[in-house]
């Protein structure tokens, strides 16, 4: 669970989060959903792997606004041998409600940037093991 406060460099005009900066949102809320499991990206880079957005369907339920908090909560929808599909929310801490309903496939990348089973201590991670 990752929790981020909106500042002004997050919202257009209207002091509304800019659709786009919800990616970010969801990718830190990746990572740090990793790292909570005990593994980082920064690891899996160093050992040659890259695990790339291949799918991502997004719904904006409601927008979030200048000095919002909000949380990205993260879970494991499926998880096969090259492949995992994780369901993101972003909540508004303040009131609960869901901002964001996302589901992301990612894929595994090995050395030489090919397609590759995912690595051992992801799946482990992704198990919660």
């Known amino acids: 669970m990752t929790e981020r406060r ?9 002091r509304v989060v800019y659709y786009a900066n919800y ?15 005990g593994l980082s990206v920064g690891t899996l880079h160093e050992q040659g792997y890259l695990i790339p957005v291949m799918r991502l369907e997004i719904d904006y339920l409601v927008p979030a ?9 993260t ?8 492949t995992c599909t994780l ?21 595994c ?7 590759r089973r995912l690595p051992r201590e992801l799946m482990q991670a992704l198990k919660g093991e």
């Not at 990616?23 to 499991?37: I, K, N, P, V, W």
């Not at 369901?87 to 901002?99: A, I, N, P, T, Y």
């Open 23 to 37: 990616l970010r949102y969801l990718e830190q809320g990746r990572s740090d959903f990793l790292r909570a499991r």
């Open 65 to 73: 606004i200048l000095d919002d908090l909000i949380r990205v909560d």
């Open 109 to 115: 990348l090995g050395p030489g940037k090919k397609a």
């Open 6 to 14: 909106i500042y002004y460099q997050d919202t257009d005009a209207w």
């Open 87 to 107: 369901g993101q929310q972003v909540v508004r801490v303040s009131d609960g409600e869901m901002l964001v309903d996302a589901k992301v496939t990612l894929a």
């Open 75 to 82: 879970t494991v929808l499926e998880i096969t041998h090259a």
